[in-house]
């Protein structure tokens, strides 16, 4: 099992970026697909994430609530994260997560397969 993630760059603030991680060695429809990240000196943190069994509910940090979108292509095994309004603070390293059987979507703990991470670096 594999997650590939793409789409990290460097941007100007208040830029865009798509962020995309195919996922192969199995499918992921009933997984719960997302994204964390760490910035340097801090911790690993929930960004969003897209829960697999329950239709289209997602979930968002409150620093990124409006400004990015997370969605998910259950046939390409895929999820994407658009990334809107981009200030230097959401300058991290960007993971691609997915689980199943979460209890507690920001605990990273609960994920099970995690890619490989891509850098996003955003100037002021």
């Known amino acids: 099992v594999q997650l590939q993630a793409f789409g990290g760059g460097l941007v100007q603030a208040g830029g865009s970026l798509r962020l995309s991680c195919a996922a192969s060695?199995?499918?992921?429809?009933?997984?719960?697909m997302g994204w964390f990240r760490q910035a340097p000196g801090k911790e690993r943190e929930l960004v969003a994430v897209a829960i697999g069994w329950v239709g289209d509910r997602r979930m968002y940090a409150d620093s990124v609530k409006g400004r990015f979108t997370i969605s998910r292509d259950n046939a390409k095994n895929t999820v994407y994260l658009q990334m809107n309004s981009l200030k230097p603070e959401d300058t991290a390293v960007y993971y691609c997560?997915?689980?199943?059987?979460?209890?507690?979507?920001?605990?990273?703990?609960?994920?099970?397969?995690w890619g490989q991470g891509t850098l996003v670096t955003v100037s002021s």
């Open positions: 997560v997915a689980g199943s059987g979460i209890s507690s979507y920001s605990t990273s703990d609960e994920y099970n397969y």
């Open positions: 060695g199995r499918t992921f429809g009933t997984y719960s």
